[in-house]
Structure formats: C-alpha cells, structure tokens
C-alpha cells in the first residue's frame, strides 16, 4: 500500500472519470521542446507577460545599457529638472553598486549631467527649430488646370 496525497488522488480520480480526454492540444507535442535552449520556458514566460530581457542580465551590465540609452530616454522629457531627475536617480544607482559590487566585475562610469542636459537642449532645439521652418513654409500652390484640359475630363 503506497500513500497517495490529496492531490495524486484527485488527479487519479479524474482522470478515470475522464475529465483529461477531450483536452485541446491532446496529441500534439510540445512547443519548444526542439528546442536546444535549457531556459526556454523563461524566455516563453517573459514574452508572454511582456517585460523585457534586460532584467535577466547582471546589474552592472543593466546599468552600463542604461548610461549607453540615456541620450535617448531623455529626449523625451519636458524640463531640464525632469532630465537632472533622472540622471542623479542613475548616478545614485551606479553609485550603490560602486559602493557594493555584486555579479562580474563591469567598468562603470556616472554619467555627466552637464553632458546630458547640453546633448538635451541641443535636441530640443534643433527639434523646435524643424517645427518653426515646417510652419513658416508655405504650402505648394495647387497646380491649375489647363483650359484645354477641362473638357477633355469631362468626357
């Protein structure tokens, strides 16, 4: 006599009752079984639920891509304070792992604020002015039609 727990023996009794039968995908393999990739379920997980790879990787690595597309993530900010705000909240994150390093060792730097703010003026800028030329230009005239040419469409 073996011991059965509660849930061995629900499975059980459904089973004979026959509830697993008519199952979708009944048949068929797997997916991503082919594959040779031991993480796979993972990678499927986090595809699914939609949060982004990056969160897998060691924090210095993390933190270096963020330095590497902070030109990037402010370009979209609306002030000059809300730019200072997030670089020093990076700084103060790779600061942190400066202090206690943890996973492979990565050369890290802080990011200049000075350096992103100028680089973010620079593109507000040049992004105000394309805006300024794309209203003071006058729009094409329309091209008039020929009076030879009205009665020949008409037809």
């Known amino acids: 006599m073996r011991y059965e727990s509660a849930v061995e ?3 059980r009794e459904a089973v004979e009752r026959g509830e697993f039968d008519d199952l979708p995908g009944k048949g068929k393999p797997l997916p991503n079984l082919a594959d040779a990739d031991e993480n796979w379920w993972i990678k499927g997980y986090l595809r699914r639920e939609g949060v982004p790879s990056d969160v897998l990787l060691p924090t210095p690595i993390r933190l270096r ?10 370009r ?13 909240e990076l700084d103060a994150r790779v600061a942190a792992y400066l202090r206690a390093p ?3 060792r990565v050369p890290l730097r802080r990011a200049d604020p000075a350096a992103v703010v100028e680089a973010w003026r620079a593109h507000r800028a040049a992004r105000s002015e394309s805006l300024r030329r794309a209203r003071t230009e006058e729009p094409p005239a329309p091209r008039r039609q020929r009076w030879w040419r009205r009665g020949a469409r008409a037809n």
Not at 76 to 85: C, F, Q, Y
């Open 9 to 11: 023996k629900a499975i």
């Open 65 to 74: 891509k963020e330095i590497e597309r902070l030109p990037e993530t402010v």
């Open 76 to 88: 979209d900010l609306p002030t000059e304070k809300a730019v200072r705000e997030l670089v020093a």
């Open 102 to 104: 943890d996973g492979p």
